[in-house]
């Protein structure tokens, strides 16, 4: 079968060009450069077949796992119309447009393509609107530094998830430093150095015995993240990436692990220090990235495989995920269980948290929560603050777990 190329002077390529602007526009990285080798896979693989022509623009416009959704999304909004490739090989369609009626079968748009399809204001309204908006900021409303805090990675718009982005890169999360075994020589230490002192009164022939001092030397513990990626997640994990990887670049001894069917560790590509380089390689390294949860299994894996190779001087474990578990729990328990005792503090960062309204129903979120130092959530970047804030202070004084009514 001959494949039918379009003709290179009609409206196709405008056609693509508008759906590469409509991407960029969501947060994909799509440059010139992009559209034209689309525009020319597409000739070469041809438009009779509609699969055809979503892989073919898939393979040139995706290179990351968390950017499969918008790119779903926004192709079967923009190219919805059924006729639309019979028609583009005629070359009887100068353009695609969002039809406004919504389907009740349809998925909920993601903000970034929403604000992406919408069209752009005039040039004089916005300048308008801009000098009133600045007018408004300065007398009445809160700054946008103190909006983009309190709101929810879900309902964040491309711009304002690069700013969150940005702020999260800048992050730091003190732990407080705990005594070790090990001892170090110190002119104000409490404990007095035998050794050192002897051999300081040897010097002076046993005339004097100049006492010598040492103390405990303190470090912050492991800090080991156990992140959920599965479908659920996939907005907040996306998001949260970002902060593991400003984690493992500001400090040693951290352990990154992801898991939705399967556990992988992914600790050596969050120290690369490019997060786009780090966040590249892990979408090729995880497979199993927004699908099922087995949160049992998986927690069942690390205890057997990883526990005593990252838990040990008192980890602090950051458990992340929604509690939700493709097999109801089974063996969760006892794995969390075995989880808790093998590490300093187990902390657990819920973003169905931040409804007032949540009750732990799901027998996975009963399994987990008995076995839990701390149960967070973890939506906003204040919430990222409030964590940074209880992991500096001491154990005792920021143990503090949400009560349930059965």
């Not at 991407?23 to 070469?44: N, Y």
């Not at 004089?124 to 007398?139: K, L, R, V």
């Not at 089974?330 to 794995?335: D, F, I, P, S």
Request: net charge positive; hydrophobic share 40%.
């Amino acid at each position: 079968m001959t494949k039918t190329a379009p003709h290179s002077g009609g409206t196709f390529a405008e056609n693509i060009l508008h759906f590469a602007r409509t991407l960029r526009r969501a947060g994909l990285p799509v440059g010139p450069g992009r559209v034209i080798e689309a525009i020319r896979a597409v000739e070469v693989a041809g438009i009779r077949r509609r699969d055809d022509f979503y892989w073919t623009l898939h393979s040139v416009f995706v290179n990351r796992r968390d950017q499969w959704d918008i790119f779903d999304q926004a192709f079967h909004v923009f190219w919805r119309n059924p006729e639309l490739l019979k028609k583009m090989m005629d070359m009887m369609l100068p353009t695609t447009f969002l039809d406004s009626t919504k389907r009740d079968d349809q998925p909920e748009l993601s903000r970034r393509l929403s604000e992406a399809l919408a069209p752009s204001p005039a040039p004089e309204s916005d300048q308008e609107s801009e000098q009133e908006e600045i007018e408004i900021n300065a007398t009445l409303t809160a700054s946008d530094n103190e909006l983009l805090q309190s709101k929810d990675f879900e309902s964040m718009s491309a711009a304002e998830m690069e700013e969150a982005k940005k702020a999260m890169a800048a992050m730091r999360l003190p732990i407080l430093e705990v005594k070790t075994r090990r001892q170090r020589a110190d002119l104000r230490g409490n404990l007095i150095d035998m050794r050192r002192t002897l051999r300081a009164s040897l010097r002076s022939g046993g005339a004097t015995i100049p006492l010598r001092f040492r103390s405990k030397v303190t470090r912050h513990p492991p800090l080991v993240i156990l992140c959920d990626i599965s479908g659920s997640m996939a907005q907040y994990s996306r998001m949260l990436l970002h902060f593991m990887h400003a984690l493992t670049n500001d400090r040693d001894r951290v352990h990154t692990f992801v898991f939705g069917t399967r556990l992988t560790n992914i600790t050596r590509y969050m120290r690369y220090r490019d997060v786009d380089a780090a966040l590249d390689a892990v979408s090729e390294k995880v497979e199993d990235w927004s699908g099922g949860t087995r949160i049992g299994a998986t927690v069942r894996e690390f205890n057997k495989f990883w526990s005593r190779r990252v838990l040990g001087q008192g980890a602090v474990v950051l458990l992340i995920s929604d509690g939700l578990d493709r097999e109801g729990g089974e063996g969760l328990e006892t794995e969390m269980e075995r989880l808790h005792k093998s590490c300093r503090q187990l902390i657990w960062l819920n973003p169905l948290l931040r409804f007032e309204g949540f009750e732990p129903r799901a027998r996975g979120v009963k399994a987990i929560l008995p076995h839990v130092d701390q149960f967070r959530t973890v939506h906003n970047l204040n919430s990222l603050k409030d964590l940074a804030d209880i992991l500096s202070k001491p154990m005792g004084a920021q143990l503090e777990k949400r009560s349930f009514a059965a």
